[in-house]
C-alpha cells in the first residue's frame, strides 16, 4: 500500500471530506453572507467564497492534526484502532501536511486582503495555544469546564475570520456580530459535549467524557440547556437582521427535536441514543449557521 492510500484511508476515518465538505461550505458560506446581510451591503464575490471555504477547510484539518497531537499518548494507550497508533500513517505526516497547508491558507487571506490575513494569523495563533494546552494542560484537563470554554474559544475566532471576508475594507464589521460570534461559541460547546456525551457500556479508561464527569443524564441535560442558550442567541440573531420570527420559529422547532434527543438519552442512556445526541448536535448546528446566513436573504428577496 503507497503512502498516499494510506492517507486516503486516514482521511475517511479521520477527516471525512464527503461529510466534512458540505457541512464547512454552509459554515463559511453562511458567516460571510451573515456579515454582508447584517450590514446591508451587496454580497462579495465567488471568489470571496470560495477563500472562506477553502480557509474554512484547511483549519479544521489543521485542529484535527493539532488534536492528534494533543492525544497521541491517550490514543497509543487507549484507543489503538486509531489510523495513527495502529501504524497506518505516521503522526508527523499528518503533522507536516497541516504546515504545507498554511502558506495555501496565507495566500489565499492575502486575496482578499491584509486585514484577513492579519485575522488568520490570530486564528493560528489561537490553534497554536490550544495544541500546547495553554502551557499547563495538566491544570485545564482538572478543570474541564475551564478545558472546553477555552478551546471553543477557537469557533467565535474562526467566525470572525471568515465574517472578515466580507466586511475588512468595508467599513468594518456590523455592530450585532458578537451575536453571531457568541452563538459560534456555544455552538461549539453543543458540538463538544454532544460528541463525548457516552453511554455507560461506551465509557473507555483514560479518555475523559463530559457524561463520565457529570454522568449520563446530567450531561445530556447541559447539553440540552446549551442549546436553549444557542436558540436564545439565533433569536437574537433574527433581531439584528430584522427576521426574528422566521429564526425564532426554526429556534423552536430545532429546540424542540433536541429535547427529544437529549431526554430520550437522559432517561435510558444507550449507544444509540449516544449516536442520536452527537447527529443532532451537528444538525442543529448546521440548521443555526443555514438559517442566520441563507434565511433572512432569502426572505428579502422574496419580499424585495
Known sequence: MTGWQRFLIYQKERFPL??????????????????????????????????????????FF?????????DREIDRLYRPERP??????RLHTVLWAAVVLMPV?????????????????MTWLWLAA????????????NRMLIYLASHMMIMPIMDLLL???????????????WLFLALS??????????????????ERKGVESYSALWGPARSAWIWLGLV???????????????????????????LSGAAGVAIGFARAPSVRGQSRLDAAAGLWVLICYAAAGFLPLMLRGVTS
Not at 433581531?239 to 430545532?254: E, K, R, Y
Open 185 to 202: 461559541f456555544v455552538n461549539g460547546c453543543v458540538l463538544e459535549i454532544g460528541r463525548k456525551t457516552w453511554a455507560p457500556e461506551a
Open 18 to 59: 464527503a461529510k466534512t465538505a458540505p457541512l464547512l461550505a454552509v459554515f463559511s458560506g453562511a458567516s460571510i453572507t451573515f456579515s454582508a446581510v447584517l450590514a446591508d451591503r451587496p454580497l462579495p464575490g465567488a471568489g470571496q467564497y470560495a477563500a472562506g471555504f477553502l480557509i474554512a477547510m484547511i483549519l
Open 84 to 89: 495513527i497508533p495502529r501504524g497506518l500513517v
Open 130 to 141: 490550544m495544541t500546547v494546552e495553554f502551557g499547563a494542560p495538566e491544570w485545564l484537563r
Open 163 to 177: 465574517t472578515g471576508i466580507e466586511w475588512v475594507g468595508q467599513g468594518g464589521p456590523a455592530p450585532g456580530l
Open 105 to 121: 491558507a496565507g495566500l489565499a487571506a492575502v486575496g482578499i486582503g491584509w486585514g484577513v490575513l492579519a485575522l488568520l494569523l
Open 62 to 70: 489543521q485542529m484535527r492534526a493539532a488534536d492528534e497531537w494533543k
Open 228 to 254: 436553549a442558550l444557542a436558540a436564545l442567541l439565533l433569536c437574537g440573531v433574527g433581531i439584528a437582521l430584522d427576521a426574528i420570527w422566521p429564526l425564532a420559529a426554526v429556534a423552536l422547532v430545532g
